[in-house]
Each structure stands twice: as C-alpha cells, then as structure tokens.
C-alpha cells in the first residue's frame, strides 16, 4: 500500500449499520482525524458517545444550511457518506456540493452493495446513486467506488429465515451472490484510501457464491435441513399487478438477485482476510 495524505477524515451516518464501522475501523488505525458529522439538532446517541471515546470529534450541522455545513466539515480531506435507504441522490448532493466547496479531496458515496451492469436502466431505488455520481465524476474531486454486495448481517432480509430454516430464492440457486460483512467493508473502506486502484475507481471486495453454496453453509451452520421457496416471478407479478401482488421490497430483492454482476475482487490488495460466512454463521446460527 503507497502512504496517503489524507489526514482528516468525515463521515457522514456514522452512528447507522455501517457507518459506525467505518468510523470504527479509522479509529483503530490511530492514523487521522475523524469527524463524525450528525444532523442538528444535537442529540445524545450511544454510538456516537462510544466513537467519541475512542478519538472521534462529533460535529453537528443543518445540512439545510449550506454556511453551516461548509463551516462543519472545513478542513476535511475525506468524506465519507454512509447514508442508509432512502432519497440517496438528495441526501448526498448537499454533502457532494459543500465538499467541493472545502476542497475536499476525495469523496467516497454511499453505494456499498451489489453492483449492476453499466447502461442498464436502475431501480427506481438505485436511480440517485446513478445520478449522484454523473454529478460526482464531473466535480474534481476524487472518489472511489466500494461495492461489497449483501451485509452477512442483513442475509435475513434477503430470503435466509435462519429461526424457520427456510430459504426463498427469486431466482435460480445456481445464480451468485457476493457477501460481506459490516466489520470488514469498515475496514476495506479505510485502507482504500491507501491503495493506488482506488483513486477515481471501484473496489470490489467480499466472498461470492452461488445461492445453493450459501444455503449449505446455513444447513451446516444449523444443523437443520432447509425448507426451500422459489417465487422467480415477483417482478412480473409486481409490475403487472397480478395477484399475489409482491411488497415493494420482495420486488427490489428480486432485482438484485437477477441483476447483479460479479466481477473479480480486490480483496488481495488488502492487509487483512474478511471474516468468512462459515465463522459468522458458526458464531450467529443457532445449531439445533
């Protein structure tokens, strides 16, 4: 890994999921500064209290006022947003904008998940990411792509009922996917902004695996045998509205699992091994 200049890093969601690991894994290198950057007005959080514990400065702004938040993050080398489900395009380019203003020198978006093919047209969910970072390419400033696909953590949401034993698949189990968890993309977001490759690029990092390999980790895991439900026509069914009409987020987890690509990762130009899926599960799955 080449040395950085980067000095003073700010994160912005840095109490949610995964920001608190990310400001985490900055902390325990014991090399920067870290801001943590929180809405007004101020307020106690725990999180917030144990990052503040360990070196890091709490700083508040109204992000609705841009003299505000320009005076907040004055001085920052790296900022970082790890704003959670939502408007992500006007959540962020209030934090884009005022960073240019500063002279931030690289600013690392909120994208932190599966990665889909180039041209092809987003969810409506992913459509801010797309747009923050046509505006985010064309800024000057730095900035650096993580895409880590699903949280072990989150595994639950996206089909693997572990207290039922039972799985659903919205597509083939033959299909990939790439998984990560929360520690360790804190941790492959600090040292990125060490690695060359990273400057105005994509980091790819995680395990990938295909759906069937998955499900067997959680089988050993929990000593159980599955219960598996294929549903491979929710988009269908949502977009035409026949009955059973699938929830909004049954649908955006089908997208996901159709659509998303898997390019080889980056994990070796890093200083650490992710914790694997079978060590989390060992530690997290019931065995029965």
Do not use: C
């Not at 990665?115 to 505006?135: C, D, N, S, T």
């Amino acid at each position: 890994m080449s040395d950085t200049q980067f000095h003073t890093i700010t994160i912005a969601g840095a109490t949610g999921n995964l920001g608190f690991h990310i400001a985490n894994a900055f902390l325990n290198q014991g090399s920067y500064n870290v801001k943590v950057l929180r809405r007004k007005p101020e307020n106690i959080n725990e999180k917030a209290n144990l990052l503040a514990s360990k070196g890091a400065k709490i700083v508040y702004a109204d992000f609705n006022d841009k003299n505000d938040l320009i005076n907040t993050i004055k001085g920052t080398d790296v900022f970082i947003s790890a704003v959670g489900y939502g408007d992500y395009y006007n959540n962020q380019i209030i934090l884009l904008n005022a960073s240019k203003e500063v002279g931030v020198k690289r600013f690392i978006p909120s994208e932190f998940g599966s990665e889909f093919a180039q041209g092809m047209e987003p969810h409506p969910i992913l459509a801010g990411k797309y747009k923050l970072r046509e505006v985010l390419e064309k800024s000057g400033l730095e900035y650096t792509y993580i895409f880590n696909g699903v949280f072990y953590e989150f595994l639950e949401v996206f089909g693997f009922d572990a207290k039922n034993k039972k799985v659903t698949f919205y597509t083939s189990g033959n299909e990939k996917v790439r998984i990560t968890s929360l520690a360790d993309v804190g941790r492959y977001t600090a040292e990125s902004i060490k690695i060359p490759e990273a400057r105005n690029g994509i980091i790819r990092v995680g395990y990938t695996l295909t759906l069937n390999e998955l499900l067997q980790k959680f089988e050993d895991a929990s000593g159980s045998k599955w219960e598996v439900v294929e549903d491979k026509d929710v988009q269908r069914r949502f977009k035409e509205k026949i009955d059973p009409i699938p929830p909004p987020i049954d649908e955006f987890k089908a997208f996901i699992s159709n659509n998303a690509v898997y390019y080889d990762v980056d994990n070796d130009k890093f200083s650490f091994t992710p914790l694997s899926i079978t060590e989390f599960l060992n530690s997290n799955i019931k065995h029965s």
